[in-house]
């Protein structure tokens, strides 16, 4: 079975522009996070969807963040314009209901 | 606010001994509770949880206890070996308020050759 695939590994842009993650979550995962990892720190949750519902977004930056799950599967996760303050690791991870959450590799951003 | 604490950043031990990492966590609604393993540039790996109804899991090296008066839960790996060199992270959830985790913010163990 195929794991949380996470798009791209790697990103590197100026300041002010725009970047956009990709998450692919576990076949049948209801349940889709994306978290954000800073150095030395846990990740700690950007937005949770139960299937296309956004049902915990209190931690996402609104003001320049926005991620969207269309037909339950899929998410994308948008930064607009991003800071320098943003680089940090993106992680997806997905679940069902009594399971563990797991997790992809992780998007590396850095702006710069 | 930190509800899940993990007050030990780093920890070393000998091959062969004992690895015990700790978690404290501060909610009386979470009932499940897990360890994921981080290696540089990956993403945590699930590694092995307990359901609050039990006070011990294992599965091979791995052992995670699991104190609620404490609130307090371990992770015990023996022996240790250099591939479990490693960021251990302890995680918790209430499923009754839904799938939502609460991460610690990581120890760092070293297993020494």
């Known amino acids: 079975e195929a794991g949380v695939v996470q798009s791209p590994r790697y990103k590197i842009i100026e300041k002010k522009q725009p970047v956009a993650f990709w998450c692919n979550p576990i076949s049948g995962h209801n349940t889709l996070y994306w978290y954000l990892q800073n150095l030395g720190q846990g990740p700690e949750l950007l937005i949770r969807?139960?299937?296309?519902?956004?049902?915990?977004d209190s931690q996402l930056p609104k003001d320049r963040f926005s991620a969207e799950r269309l037909k339950g599967v899929d998410s994308t996760l948008k930064i607009q314009p991003a800071e320098l303050g943003d680089s940090a690791v993106y992680l997806c991870a997905s679940s069902s209901q009594g399971t563990a959450a797991f997790f992809g590799q992780g998007t590396r951003l850095t702006v710069v | 606010d930190q509800q899940v604490k993990q007050n030990s950043p780093s920890l070393s031990v000998q091959e062969g001994r004992i690895s015990i990492l700790n978690c404290d966590y501060t909610n009386s609604m979470f009932d499940y509770f897990l360890w994921y393993k981080k290696y540089p540039a990956e993403g945590p790996t699930f590694l092995i949880s307990i359901s609050s109804i039990k006070d011990k899991n294992e599965d091979g090296r791995f052992t995670v206890f699991l104190n609620k008066s404490a609130k307090h839960l371990s992770l015990h790996i023996v022996p240790s070996q250099p591939g479990d060199s490693a960021v251990y992270f302890c995680?918790?959830?209430?499923w009754g308020t839904g799938n939502q985790f609460y991460f610690g913010t990581g120890t760092s163990l070293t297993v020494i050759p």
């Open positions: 969807y139960e299937n296309e519902e956004a049902v915990d």
């Open positions: 995680a918790a959830t209430a």
